[in-house]
């Protein structure tokens, strides 16, 4: 079972005000997805599959992660790959969709806030629900 509000990519550097590091979680229909964190360091990127085994609960089974140096952007991709392999990571949280105004925003935009953290982080901004096309990692 999905649930359909936390189809599309999440950021979190509306809430990073003053963190040197970011976050992204990109959740897609059909229960496929990935994740990235990054910061001055470097980065790790991870695939992943989810679903919501009850009211307000998601869960993150991940597959593969990476870690290595990126090139710059939102979200980050691995320019280079230090580690890689299977993972077998999982994360179960209660979420909650809804309008938040962050800090570095001048207005309302619809944030995916979760109990337990995701990539490091408990908050994150929409950027899109358009997000049925190709794989990022």
Do not use: K
Request: with cysteine.
């Amino acid at each position: 079972m999905r649930d359909g509000n936390l189809v599309g990519l999440w950021d979190s550097s509306l809430y990073d005000y003053g963190v040197m590091e970011s976050s992204w979680v990109c959740l897609r229909p059909d229960g496929t997805g990935w994740s990235a964190w990054a910061n001055a360091g470097g980065a790790t990127t991870s695939r992943l599959r989810w679903s919501c085994p009850g009211d307000g609960e998601i869960e993150l089974r991940y597959v593969w992660t990476a870690e290595g140096r990126f090139a710059p952007g939102a979200p980050p991709f691995l320019a280079e790959v230090d580690d890689e392999g299977p993972d077998d990571t999982v994360v179960r949280t209660r979420f909650r969709v809804g309008p938040d105004t962050p800090p570095l925003s001048a207005s309302p935009v619809t944030c995916l806030h979760v109990a337990e953290g995701i990539e490091h982080c408990h908050q994150f901004a929409l950027v899109t629900r358009d997000v049925e096309d190709g794989p990022h990692v």
